[in-house]
C-alpha cells in the first residue's frame, strides 16, 4: 500500500513553559482536525534546555550593549521587547512527522500539553491544510492469453 508522509514545523513561540509539549494533530483527510488524538509524539518545547537563552538574554544581552551603558538601566537592547520575544529568547523549532495512508485535505494543528497533562489546541492560533494524493501501486504485468465470445482472458506474469 502507497503512503505520504507529511511533515510540519512548529516554532515555540513566547508563553510556553519548559515542561509544556507540543504534538501534531490533524483530520484524517476531511472534517475538522482531531486535536484529541495526535498523529505524532509529543516533543518537548524546550528539549534539555534549549530556547531560553537567546540573542537578547545571553552574555551578549546582559553586556553593555544590552543594558545600556550601565549595568544598573535595564533599558538596554536585551531589555526591550525586541530582546524579550521568540528572537531574544532563542526559539526551538520542532518538526513533526506522520505518515497517512489516504488521499484528502489534510487540515493540521498542534496541541499542546503541559506537566499536569492538560491538552489545549492554543498552541497554533490557526491551522494549515494541504491537500495529498497518493499515487496507486503499479498492477502486475498482465498478457492476453485468449479472447472467445467477447471475453478477454489475462495471464499474470511472473506469479
Do not use: K
Not at 60 to 78: D, I, T
Not at 122 to 147: D, F, G, M
Request: charged residues 10%; negative net charge; hydrophobic residues 35%.
Amino acid at each position: 500500500m502507497s503512503t505520504a508522509t507529511i511533515t510540519a514545523s512548529y516554532f515555540v513561540a513566547m508563553g510556553h513553559t519548559p515542561d509544556e509539549q507540543i504534538a501534531l494533530c490533524h483530520n484524517s483527510g476531511s472534517g475538522d482536525v482531531n486535536y484529541a488524538s495526535p498523529v505524532s509524539p509529543w516533543y518537548d518545547c524546550f528539549p534539555a534546555g534549549s530556547g531560553i537563552m537567546g540573542f537578547g538574554q545571553g552574555p551578549f544581552g546582559y553586556g553593555p550593549f544590552g543594558r545600556a551603558w550601565s549595568y544598573n538601566v535595564n533599558a538596554g537592547f536585551g531589555s526591550t521587547p525586541f530582546g524579550s520575544g521568540p528572537f531574544g529568547l532563542g526559539q526551538t523549532r520542532i518538526d513533526a512527522v506522520t505518515t497517512v495512508a489516504a488521499c484528502g485535505i489534510y487540515r493540521l494543528g498542534f496541541a499542546a500539553r503541559d506537566a499536569a497533562g492538560n491538552t489545549s489546541q492554543t498552541a497554533t492560533a490557526n491551522e494549515t491544510q494541504l491537500s495529498v494524493h497518493i499515487p496507486q501501486p503499479a498492477t502486475a504485468p498482465v498478457r492476453p492469453t485468449a479472447y472467445a465470445d467477447s471475453v478477454l482472458s489475462l495471464e499474470v506474469i511472473g506469479t
